[in-house]
């Protein structure tokens, strides 16, 4: 046995083991006491700063990875390529494998509900959205919007025949051009050589200053427009390049038709639009993609001929027939109008709901679902811009084109803004969460933003090229900010702080500092002690000889 005191000439087994351990103790111990003696206040200072700098740099990279493509970089990467190294996906398996399909099948539906649609009520290039750019020197139509038009005017104004008549030949070629000046020089060169119908078009669009000009020139174009389309009616079974002839010669007539009705409309002749507009439906009953019914149930609204109205909603308000902001919000403003005068939140509140007003908020619920980006503007919360010339269903562009045609028509309902404002947040309540389920429609699509950001004027360049902000896209859902931003900003705040503390009071952090150490490395320590216990007192003789 060991005793303190007595000296032997032979050395205990027991006591040399106790010596062993002991030494290398006292070995680690001066080495942390020399590690944590040997660190200054300035260490401090630039380990607390460069951690700070560098956490903020990925912040900054983070937040601007969100904004841009909405999701976090740390994150994609993780789900991305190391959850399948650590084996948390198996491709084999036929889960998986469904799952798959399934992503894809949702990925060809959202691109579907994502298609852009031609505005039905569309405004004029060359009598209001030029005379916006010349008051105010902003530009309303993006270069994407534009482009979409281009490729729809060479759709339906041009066939493979043209090149047969030089008047057409040189309006083919006019519709591929960028420069406005250039298509509008083409125009006055096709219509030297002969009348065309797709000139007066043309310069009716942009080269017209007011609508009275524009309206002049459809209407030299529909004297045009109705004898190509009485000919080719007559040939169109000779052979294709016939049929393709007659087909767009029957675009041509529709669109100047329902040009011209849109300008009887902001003309004020509203019960004339309405004729001409009825006239056309009947005329041309399968060219629903035109949307027309939209045109009438505007020019209807503002007759107040309501009971019109509700006939049209009955005709194209069907479970088959695609949806629009314009057909469920007229569907929710007609129940709104039969209860909105005398409808109190106080009220509803201590009795109940009617079954009216009931039908009225299950109305507005619904039209809020379809689109949600419309109360805002409706309730005037946001401010409106000129609508574009493509909108994107369900979208923030649809939810301008319907806001700033049909605001007077809501405002002119007494009480139907405020039985909106009282009711139209209660939708979001009733969607499912995460959306991905729907409630009375298909989930809202994921890609919304995406093509509203193309669609309409978020930005606008000035002097020294200052970026100002022209448009602010309303996005839905909100998106939440992921967990790596929250964690790197606050990493980079709490780095932060230590710097500037331990540059502050350098001696008071430098105590502070070896204690956080020393209380770091106990753990370590004890569990060195359990491992002298545990090994052998031969290996740590060796080890301190080493």
Known sequence: ????????????????????????MGMWNEVVSMFLNTLTPKFYVALTGTSSLISGLILIFEWWYFRKYG????????????????????????????????????????VSECKVWRNPLNLFRGAEYNRYTWVTGREPLTYY???????????FFTCDSDHLRPADAIMQKAWRERNPQARISAAHESLELEDCATASILLA?????????????????????????RRSQQLQH??????????????VLVYIKRRLAMCSRKLGRTREAVKMLRDLMKEFPLLSMFNIHENLLESLLELQNYADVQAVLAKYDDISLPKSAT?????????ARAVSDKFSPEAASRRGLSTAEMNAVEAIHRAVEFNPHVPKYL??????????????????????????????????????????????????????????????????PICTETADRELLPSKRRSGFNCVCVFHEVSVYPKKELPFFILFTAGLCSFTAMLALL??????????????????LFAPLNFIMEKVESILPSSLWHQLTRI
């Open 502 to 519: 331990t540059h502050q009071f350098p001696e008071l952090m430098g105590v502070f500092a070896k204690a956080f150490l020393s209380t």
């Open 379 to 444: 309730l005037e919360m946001k401010s409106l811009i000129l609508p574009p010339e493509h909108i994107l269903k369900r979208g923030d562009s649809e939810a301008i084109a319907y806001a700033f045609f049909h605001l007077q028509h809501w405002k002119r309902v007494e009480g139907a803004l405020n039985l909106l404002h009282c009711t139209w947040e209660g939708t979001f309540r009733m969607i499912p969460y995460p959306l991905e389920k729907g409630h009375l429609f298909y989930p809202y």
């Open 327 to 335: 057909i469920c919000y007229t569907a929710a403003l007609l129940k």
């Open 1 to 24: 046995m060991c005793r303190p005191g007595v000296w032997t000439r032979s050395v205990d087994p027991e006591c040399r083991q106790v010596g062993v351990k002991g030494k290398v």
């Open 205 to 229: 669009e942009e080269e017209a200053t007011t609508i009275v000009e524009a309206e002049k020139l459809f209407k030299q174009a529909l004297k045009t427009g109705e004898g190509c389309y």
């Open 238 to 251: 000779h052979g294709a390049q016939y049929e393709a002839q007659h087909r767009r010669d029957t675009n």
């Open 145 to 155: 919007d534009m482009n979409l038009s281009a490729q729809d005017h060479q759709t």
């Open 71 to 110: 999701t976090s970089f740390i994150e994609q990467v993780s789900v991305s390529h190391l959850r399948p190294l650590l084996g948390g996906v198996d491709n084999s398996s036929p889960t998986n494998s469904n799952s798959s399909n399934g992503d894809a099948d949702s990925n060809r539906q959202s």
